[in-house]
């Protein structure tokens, strides 16, 4: 089945004045939606494919046939990554941001120290990624862990469960914060949705 552009859970100005609301309708109805019509085309090749969601393609990329494999990784990931990337924000008037909650709260304390002490590493780690990437929180031997991956590479191939990623492509951020990108990795985490990335973390421990 063809992939579908799933619906933004939250108006294009909920995440203001974080992100601002002309970033999230490009990044949202023209970027996500360029990643799957690509995907799309690249499956039509390949209908064997279609019974596979887009993360069971990426934990396998060899199982892909080499003609559409590369489209594949940079367009079922692009989609990949964006669909998690709009669950795990809220607006801050609807319980974004703030401190972490739950089992998270707990994992963060025991891995990092403290919240502030995660942001830093994140912060610092994807603030570093060169060129266009993501930035993820991932718990890998019963710990988390703060990884980058280039272009729209996903944490599914390196067998890792993303808990939370945050885009640092300059389509992400460079209308409200142009070459700034450590002030968007700042503000961000006033939009983290902490009620979802704990349902992340329970399956990511399994
Ligand atoms: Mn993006």
Known sequence: MAYELPPLPYDYAALEPYIDAETMKLHHDKHHQAYITNANGALEKHPELASKSADDLLRDLNAIPEDVRTVLRNNAGGHSNHSIFW????????????APTGAIADQIKADFGDFEALKKTFNETTAKQFGSGWGWLVFQGGKLK??????????????????????VWE???????????PDYLAAWWNVVNWAEVNKRFATAKG
């Open 87 to 98: 669950t795990i924000m809220a607006s801050p008037n609807a319980g974004g941001g703030g």
């Open 146 to 167: 703060v990884i980058t991956t280039p272009n729209q590479d996903s944490p599914f191939t390196q067998g890792l469960y993303p808990i939370l990623g945050n885009d």
């Open 171 to 181: 389509h992400a951020y460079y209308l409200k914060y142009q070459n700034k990108r």
